[in-house]
């Protein structure tokens, strides 16, 4: 049996793509096979770097005789012997995963010098000064990427020169100076490591490799896959590569170029260039690189054949490229293609243009669009170029981001907003008492909570920001402060926080505007062609709808009825009504609710007329509306309280439940919806689509009762045609999903609860403790209340849908957990044959993407 290959030269052709070659030695043999002009060189596959890291950091056997083979070839090619001291072959080892992850691991340049190399390199080219710049730039990077020297270390000791020198620049030290350079580098790496930097070019070279390897596992690295929802398990390749040098002289340089502008996605040049310098002096920026127009007026036929190149790299992978490239001697040389990084608006703008250029079709550029990216669109941004120190990190509970001054309770909040000033309302943790702070602060601040928590629910909705479970933030009430990690600021100081990442910045940031624009609405209608799922949006108010339907919402699939109970001017009625000592009493103070409720309702069915609307009834324990018992106004009140209160009232009396044992409050509630849906209907000549949805159900009998109850009431007011339901959110309610069936013309999953009845998960009490160690320790890939888990979750929601449509085949199926809008979950939901998705307001752009997705 043969020996397994770890090692394919540029000119091979190879089966395994990126996966095998990485995302930059698979660029680089496509580049050659296509004819660019591009260095020789050899890729060490990702099969090499995962039997390393399998095999206890141990090279794989034969890879040493492998790419000594290897090397070989490449003198042929080149005309030079890799350790040869009159005229080297030097050569640079790059890392290149499958997925591309700029910057997160490691590049040596310049292997092959050592102290006699160096001479013959200067003599052979007649330039002194390159060949010790070349050596002391090959000391420093195997220093720091081999033996983990400080970069510090030597990068003061060249800034040190330059003072001695009275120069500004490192092109600006001749060669009397690099070769002293030479000298204090190899002190630096003696004194570090304990031995003389390796003269043996083999050495260099197998010990680089080794490093390259060991970058995949570092800390910047594990953190990027984290972000980025990269495997752990691929590896990265090593590219060997004939070195060419932009550090020659003035006619040399190197820079990085892209095919369209990666901020904005416009056609154009954009990119940089630096004149005497080697490719990391762009990408560190050792040197304030200059636009790449620069190289035009210098390098006149390089820069030609560069804008050649570039055309014909776009044209040949049909996506914006980002290239790496060194001008040598005037004679150009592509070191890297790959798809270029961009941002959520240059995404949108490439994709439509490239489409109307004849590049892609309307297929390719919808599964262009990460659906996540487009967030970015749909809220302010920290301005990418802006300069900010993070003081603290909490979760990124809603994306987009928001300076102002800190407030501390909701009533100061809503009184500075409405006075026109931008403020972060800062919290322990928000409850529905202070929706009227959340509506005017510009976002959130809290200590305590979750992805899911209040604040974050209610934020996201509401598109603005939130960062929530920020463990460094400390609130003292009485003194009006808060402490950030170690820094005491006061109330008025200013914030900003970025709730995409669950940055906390103090002072003001400057912020860059939302940008929907005509380019994103051409790839939804597009996208909305194919999809099979319906996108709703969980919407709580007028406003919220109108928003929704904006977004191209196709109706409401949530809209939660206790978030209306909180407003200022009916909160005091709701507490009379919980106050009340008998029936009689409820049904006094339901009855001044009444009308309000049904304004409530006419104004959402107005805002989505001739779409469903799922209204939910009262859902949270009663204790949520009264306050504190020290706050209680009276001993009445304060014995009400002590009654109500519950050991773990989410799951107590709440949901149906409540209907049940009051249902006077079900009965006020259904009541309002079908009369605003009259109304409606005799306002604008069109009935709304009405469907009263039911919580927390978990037995037939509850549906029954509860479904009797609303036909009741609603033959009592001559309602049109609607449809009752309820919410999936129990583990027994999938189970029993045949059952429930009976009694319900549509199920809706409730994923947020029932992530935490079927994990045992309290969302407030897991996120920020327990759930947070989990996600860091690898216990869980994903966070349960961010992405579906399909495995346990998923399964339960199986159950339901098979069992729910063997009693109904007709069952209509939604779901509207915060899940609805994320894109993995609505692959899934799409999977299971749900009829739509629903999710907030904000999000329903990104649900509408992803679903198109799933189904092409």
């Not at 009533?411 to 006075?419: I, P």
């Amino acid at each position: 049996m043969p020996a397994e290959r770890y090692i394919y030269d540029f000119d091979e052709p190879s089966d395994g793509g990126a996966e095998l070659l990485g995302g930059k030695g698979i660029g680089l043999a496509e580049m050659t096979q296509l004819g660019v002009p591009v260095p020789a060189g050899f890729t060490i596959t990702t099969d090499a770097c995962r039997a390393y890291m399998s095999n206890g950091k141990a090279l794989p056997d034969g890879l040493d005789r492998e790419v000594g083979e290897h090397l070989r070839v490449l003198e042929e090619k080149t005309g030079k012997r890799f350790g040869d001291d009159s005229d080297p072959l030097l050569v640079s080892v790059r890392s290149g995963a499958a997925v591309s992850m700029p910057g997160m691991m490691d590049t040596i340049l310049n292997l092959g010098l050592n102290d006699e190399a160096v001479d013959g390199l200067a003599r052979a080219t007649g330039n002194q000064r390159f060949a010790y710049d070349s050596y002391r730039r090959l000391i420093q990077m195997y220093g720091e990427v081999v033996e983990g020297i400080q970069a510090s270390r030597f990068e003061d000791a060249l800034a040190d020169l330059k003072r001695a020198k009275g120069v500004q620049h490192d092109t600006d030290l001749d060669a009397d100076d690099l070769q002293g350079l030479i000298g204090v580098f190899t002190t630096i790496y003696k004194e570090a490591t304990g031995h003389e930097f390796p003269q043996d070019p083999n050495e260099q070279l197998a010990r680089a490799v080794r490093a390259v390897f060991d970058s995949w596992e570092s800390p910047r690295a594990q953190v990027y896959r984290s972000t980025y929802d990269i495997p752990d398990d691929l590896g990265t390749a090593v590219n060997v590569v004939q070195m060419v040098f932009g550090n020659k002289g003035d006619d040399s340089g190197t820079g990085v170029a892209f095919t369209r502008d990666p901020s904005t996605g416009e056609q154009g040049l954009y990119g940089e260039f630096l004149a005497n310098a080697q490719g990391e002096d762009v990408v560190a920026g050792i040197r304030t690189p200059q636009p790449l127009t620069a190289m035009e007026r210098k390098l006149p036929r390089a820069f030609e054949q560069l804008l050649a190149t570039m055309r014909r790299l776009e044209q040949h992978y049909r996506d914006m490229q980002d290239i790496e490239f060194t001008v040598e001697d005037e004679n150009l040389y592509l070191l890297q293609t790959r798809s270029a990084k961009r941002t959520a608006a240059a995404a949108v703008k490439a994709a439509v243009d490239m489409v109307e250029e004849g590049l892609i079709s309307r297929e390719e550029a919808i599964a262009r669009i990460d659906p996540s990216q487009l967030e970015q669109l749909l809220h302010p941004m920290i301005d990418p170029t802006a300069d900010w120190e993070v003081a603290a990190k909490g979760l990124n509970a809603s994306p987009g981001a928001a300076s102002g001054k800190i407030v501390l309770d909701a009533d100061t909040a809503e009184q500075r907003g409405k006075a026109g000033e931008s403020v972060i309302l800062v919290r322990w943790e928000t409850t529905p008492d202070d929706i009227h702070g959340l509506v005017q602060a510009a976002g959130v601040l809290t200590a305590h909570g979750g992805m899911t928590s209040h604040a974050a629910v209610v934020a996201r909705g509401m598109g603005k920001p939130c960062v929530a479970g920020c463990e460094a933030l400390s609130i003292d009430v009485d003194r009006r402060t808060i402490t950030l990690a170690d820094r005491e600021l006061k109330e008025g100081d200013t914030l900003t926080i970025d709730g995409a990442t669950g940055s906390v910045i103090i002072g003001d940031v400057p912020l860059v505007s939302p940008q929907v624009n005509d380019d994103l609405e051409t790839i939804l209608e597009w996208g909305d062609e194919h999809r099979r799922l319906r996108v709703r949006a969980n919407a709580d108010t007028p406003e919220d709808a109108a928003k929704a339907r904006e977004f191209g919402a196709e109706g409401i699939g949530l809209c939660r009825t206790e978030h209306m109970f909180m407003a200022q001017d009916r909160l005091p009625v709701v507490q009379q009504m919980i106050m009340a000592e008998d029936e009689k009493g409820r049904r006094t103070a339901l009855d001044r609710l009444l009308p309000i409720q049904q304004a409530d309702f006419e104004g959402i069915f107005e805002a989505m007329t001739g779409l469903p609307v799922t209204i939910r009834l009262l859902d949270p324990p009663l204790h949520e509306f009264l306050p504190d018992e020290e706050h209680a106004t009276d001993d009445r009140m304060r014995r009400r309280i002590r009654a109500l209160r519950e050991a773990n009232p989410m799951l107590g009396t709440r949901g149906c439940r409540l209907g049940l044992q009051w249902p006077e409050i079900y009965e006020m509630q259904v009541r309002a919806i079908v009369r605003a849906a009259r109304a409606v209907e005799e306002r604008t000549g069109e009935a709304p689509l009405v469907e009263i949805m039911h919580p927390l159900v978990g037995f037939e009998e509850e549906l029954r009762r509860l479904r009797e109850l609303t036909v009741r009431v609603a033959e009592e007011e001559n309602a049109g045609d609607y449809l009752c339901g309820t919410m999936i959110e129990l583990p027994r309610a999938c189970i029993r999903a045949d059952e429930i069936a009976e009694q319900a013309d549509f199920f809706s999953f409730g994923t947020n609860d029932l992530t935490q009845t079927a994990l045992g998960f309290s969302r407030d009490d897991a996120e920020g403790k327990f759930l947070t160690f989990y996600l860091e320790d690898g216990v869980l890939e994903k966070n349960p209340f961010e992405t579906l888990d399909q495995g346990g979750v998923g399964e339960l929601m199986r159950i339901a849908v098979e069992r729910g449509r063997s009693t109904k085949s007709d069952l209509k199926l939604g779901i509207c957990g915060e899940h609805g809008g994320e894109p993995k979950s609505v692959a899934f939901c799409h999977e299971l044959g749900l009829d739509y998705v629903s999710c907030s307001p904000y999000r329903v752009p990104l649900a509408r993407l992803a679903a198109a997705q799933a189904a092409l």
